[in-house]
């Protein structure tokens, strides 16, 4: 055998143990080290991401808005218009000859009869007219008379008699035109109903047409209004109408169509129609102010949502909905549609088109929605969505 060199130590077993170690040490030691860096770029990466998240937070950050799930309710449509009462039978009173009021023989707001002597004005010499007027006619009658004996006696001729039967006829027609004149300022009630304010005074000098109080029937009432002519389809003589007036709120009442004018008019293509309803306490007067509601068919299935929901824009009607934000499984979103509507029922509206029944729609907070806005739902204030809403009485 050789003889290992001077100098060089000769590898034993413990030798060839101790390197494995050391190289395990390493790569452990390379391992722990990766993982440390990797751990500390790793949460930089997912800081900076958070803090991106956090920064798109403040930028759009969630709307809180109240919303409620579109559904199918019977609707009943109407024609809606607004008008006036008027009484079916009204006047304003006045004299047809100038004179001085003699007599007063009623009181304003007095409920007086057809018939009912309301005024007179001074007679001042009418009698002694009359009178005088009278006197000539009989005396004319026996001139007449005795003519006609004599001509039937062939002492006067035919034309005697008939210039007599001619002053007869005249005298009797000035009497008939003197008691006709004294008539006249005999002012009668032409209808039963309430006398309004009385306008004169005794003594005061009345001109001819000039208004001494108006006459209004009050029960029945009827109410004047107007619709398109489009309503001719659809308005006949005998349908309901429902009446409501300012003075009165919260309370209808019951009328009924009666009369539809005979043309539409040329300058705003409406046409008139009138409904007469029952006031028997006579608290409705001529002139109120009055909104009517006619049912026009039969109750059809809409969705109806709040007038708060709907954003009214020229170029078109839209909504915004509740839907699952794509970017996050957790979090809604808000998207826009258009929306075609129909008639308004109290505090609600139909939807004709753009909607389906089961919708989240937004009825309160979207002033600040747009498409994709997160939004925040809280149900616990909504708006009114009544169909024939109360006004409380003041």
């Known amino acids: 055998m050789t003889a290992p060199a001077p100098g060089t130590a000769s590898e034993t077993p413990e030798h060839k143990t101790k390197k494995p170690s050391i190289l395990l040490r390493m790569i452990v030691m390379l391992v722990l080290a990766a993982l440390v860096l990797g751990a500390i770029f790793g949460f930089g990466a997912f800081r900076d991401v958070m803090i991106a998240k956090f920064i798109a937070t403040l930028k759009n950050p969630p709307q809180t808005v109240a919303t409620m799930v579109a559904k199918e309710t019977p609707f009943q449509n109407t024609e809606t218009a607004t008008g006036s009462l008027v009484a079916l039978q009204g006047a304003a009173l006045s004299a047809q000859v100038a004179g001085i009021v003699n007599t007063i023989d009623f009181r304003s707001g007095q409920d007086v009869n057809k018939g009912q002597l309301l005024l007179t004005l001074r007679p001042n010499n009418d009698d002694a007219v009359l009178a005088q007027l009278e006197a000539t006619a009989k005396l004319d009658a026996i001139t007449y008379r005795r003519d006609l004996a004599q001509y039937q006696a062939r002492a006067v001729s035919a034309q005697t008699v008939d210039t007599d039967r001619a ?98 008019g040329t300058a705003t293509r409406m046409i008139q129609i009138r409904a007469v309803l029952t006031n028997p306490h006579e608290e409705l007067r001529p002139g109120m102010f009055a909104r009517v509601s006619i049912d026009v068919g039969a109750p059809q299935n809409e969705i109806t949502l709040p007038k ?38 109290g505090d609600q509206v139909a939807v004709l088109k753009g909607l389906k029944s089961g ?34 009485n003041e």
Not at 211 to 234: C, G, H, K, M, S
Not at 361 to 386: E, S
């Open 359 to 392: 919708d989240e729609v937004v009825v309160a907070g979207q002033m600040k929605l747009k498409n994709g806005t997160p939004v925040a739902i809280n149900n616990k204030i909504l708006p009114q969505n009544l169909p024939n809403p109360s006004v409380p």
């Open 167 to 264: 002053n007869l006829a005249s005298a009797e027609a000035q009497v008939r035109s003197q008691k006709a004149l004294m008539q006249e300022k005999r002012i009668y009630a032409p209808f039963s109903g309430r006398i309004g304010i009385r306008a004169v005074d005794i003594g005061e000098f009345l001109a001819a047409g000039t208004t001494i109080a108006t006459l209004e029937q009050l029960n029945p009432i009827a109410v004047d209004f107007y619709l398109p002519q489009t309503a001719l389809r659809t308005i006949r003589p005998g349908m309901k109408a429902d009446i409501s007036v300012d003075g009165f709120p919260g309370i209808e009442f019951k009328g009924k169509i009666t009369a539809l004018d005979s043309a539409v």
């Open 308 to 345: 708060t929901a709907i954003a009214y824009n020229p170029y078109g009607d839209t909504v915004f909905l509740v839907k699952p934000d794509k970017r996050s499984k957790t979090h809604k979103s808000a998207e826009q549609v258009f929306v075609t509507l129909g008639q308004t029922r």
